[in-house]
Structures are given as C-alpha cells and as structure tokens.
T-cell receptor, first 110, second 114 residues
Framework: SQQGEEDPQALSIQEGENATMNCSYK?????LQWYRQNSGRGLVHLIL?????REKHSGRLRVTLDTSKKSSSLLITASRAADTASYFC??????????FGEGTQLTVNP | EAEVAQSPRYKITEKSQAVAFWCDPI?????LYWYRQILGQGPELLVQ????????DSQLPKDRFSAERLKGVDSTLKIQPAELGDSAMYLC????????????FGQGTRLTVV
C-alpha cells in the first residue's frame, strides 16, 4: 500500500518556468524525502525534510512540509530540459519503513 | 563514489521458472531494501533488512518470493515460480540508518516473464 500521493500525476512546462509538485500522506511521519527517477533508471535522492522542519532549500529545489495538513511540496525553479523525470515523495514511518507515492511525471520542453 | 550494485540488469524468464536477483549495498549500510516497481507506478516495498534480520516483509508474496541477507552484506531476492504479473523493475536500495537517512538505489533489474 502507498502512503503518499503526488499531485499532479503529470506536469508539462517550458524551460525556465518553475515546477511545483505536491505530496499528501496519511499518517504521522518522522521525515519526508523527495527522489527523482530518470526513465528506466534507479531513484536518486534529492532532499530530506524532518517533521520539525517547515522549509528546506537545495540549489534550485525548495521543499516545504506542513505536518498539520499532512502535505509537502517540491518546487523546482528555472527548470531545465534535464529536469525531465519522475519525482516521488517518500515517507519514513515507524520502524524506518520508507514508503513511496505514485510519482509526478515532469516534462520540461526546450 | 560508492554505489549499490545490482545484477543482472535485465532478465527474461519463462513463466514457472525460478529467477534470482543480487544486490550489493554500499559498504557500511546496515539497512537494505528491495522494491518492486511496475511501469508508471511508484516503488512498492517488498522487504527491508536491518543487518541480516528482516524488519518488514509484510508486502512480500511469501508463497513465491524469498529474500536473504545471510552475512548482513549482500542480498538475494528469489522468485519461484515466476508468473506473468511479476514483470517489473526490481530495485535494491541501502541506507546508513534506515529511513532517517537517504536511501541510495541501484540501477535495478528489469524482469520480463514470458
């Protein structure tokens, strides 16, 4: 069973625009992580935000976490064609189980 | 840079045959995960090891799937017998400290059951 749900399922934008993806989850978490997956490859960790944090930045990435709404968002600024990939949120439940959502497919058009 | 190694990268097997996947995590990582990913979906956790012990295998179809990590290092996932619905990407990941730290993924094994 999947803990997180990403929204939208698919997003298509032009190079240079910002991309925002959302993740909602069901139960209390210790942390939330975002991963990227290029077609047919393994997942790559992007950023981890702990339950006591509200916002975190890494380069062109900005992640927010609202534990009262059980939701998180990933913002990619000034997108590039190389950002085209699937993006997944993952939540860490008790016992350190890492559970992924269904993902958002981002397409950045040159 | 340390990587999670998986083999084979691709595997085609006939229905009812046995198939095995191998994973070598990053050295020093106590936590090892096996995920199954169907095309267009998110990874589904099959089994999680802490050292050599299974800490979560609630989603593992135990009638046909088995996993082991005998010395707490590399791991093998086996399917016997394979079914058509097992066609998927099988991903291995490791982490220094369970879900509180980032997980590093291998490139996966693409399984096709014919």
């Amino acid at each position: 069973s999947q803990q997180g749900e990403e929204d939208p399922q698919a997003l298509s934008i032009q190079e240079g625009e910002n991309a925002t993806m959302n993740c909602s989850y069901k139960t209390s978490i210790n942390n939330l992580q975002w991963y990227r997956q290029n077609s047919g490859r393994g997942l790559v960790h992007l950023i981890l935000i702990r339950s006591n944090e509200r916002e975190k930045h890494s380069g062109r990435l900005r992640v927010t976490l609202d534990t009262s709404k059980k939701s998180s968002s990933l913002l990619i600024t000034a997108s590039r064609a190389a950002d085209t990939a699937s993006y997944f949120c993952a939540t860490e439940l008790s016992g350190s189980r890492l559970t992924f959502g269904e993902g958002t497919q981002l397409t950045v058009n040159p | 840079e340390a990587e999670v190694a998986q083999s084979p990268r691709y595997k085609i097997t006939e229905k009812s045959q046995a198939v095995a996947f191998w994973c070598d995590p990053i050295s020093g990582h106590a936590t090892l995960y096996w995920y199954r990913q169907i095309l267009g979906q998110g990874p589904e956790l099959l089994v999680q090891f802490q050292d050599e012990s299974v800490v979560d295998d609630s989603q593992l179809p135990k009638d046909r799937f088995s996993a082991e990590r005998l010395k707490g290092v590399d791991s093998t996932l086996k399917i016997q017998p394979a079914e058509l619905g097992d066609s998927a990407m099988y991903l291995c990941a490791s982490s220094y400290q369970g879900g509180v730290a980032e997980a590093f993924f291998g490139q996966g094994t693409r399984l096709t059951v014919v």
